[in-house]
C-alpha cells in the first residue's frame, strides 16, 4: 500500500473538469503542507498548487481560477478541482504532503502520479 493514494485522473475534454483526490496513510503523522505537481511531457515538474493545514492556499499562475485545491483534515485528503480545462493542463499529476514533527524533522512523501489528459 502507497503513503499517498491518488485518484481522479483520466481523459477529459477541453473546457471540461475533473477532481483529484489523493489520501494520506495514518502512517504519516504531523501533516502541515499538502500540494499537487504536475510534470509534463519532456517538461520539469513544477508545482500547481498547495495548501496548509490551516487552509491557506497558493496557485500556479497558469491555474489561477480554474482550480482549486482543498482538504479534508480529518480524512488526510487532499483535493484538487481543475475546471476549464485546456491542452497545457496535460500531465501527469503528483500529490505531495510535508510533515513536520520535533526530533523526527521535516519528512517528505509523494503520491505514484496520475495522469490527467486533456483533448482539444
Known amino acids: 500500500q502507497e503513503q499517498l493514494v491518488e485518484s481522479g485522473g483520466g481523459l477529459v475534454q477541453a473546457g471540461g473538469s475533473v477532481r483529484l483526490s489523493c489520501a494520506a496513510s495514518v502512517s504519516i503523522f504531523a501533516i502541515t503542507t499538502m500540494a499537487w505537481y504536475r510534470q509534463g511531457l519532456g517538461k520539469e515538474r513544477e508545482l500547481v498548487a498547495s495548501i496548509t493545514r490551516g487552509a491557506n492556499t497558493n496557485y500556479a499562475d497558469s491555474v489561477k481560477g480554474r482550480f482549486t485545491i482543498s482538504r479534508d483534515n480529518a480524512k488526510n485528503t487532499v483535493y484538487l478541482q481543475m475546471n476549464s480545462l485546456k491542452p497545457e493542463d496535460t500531465a501527469v499529476y503528483y500529490c505531495?504532503?510535508?510533515?513536520?514533527?520535533?526530533?523526527?524533522?521535516?519528512?517528505?512523501?509523494w503520491g505514484q502520479g496520475t495522469q490527467v489528459t486533456v483533448s482539444s
Open positions: 505531495n504532503a510535508v510533515s513536520v514533527l520535533a526530533v523526527i524533522g521535516e519528512r517528505n512523501y
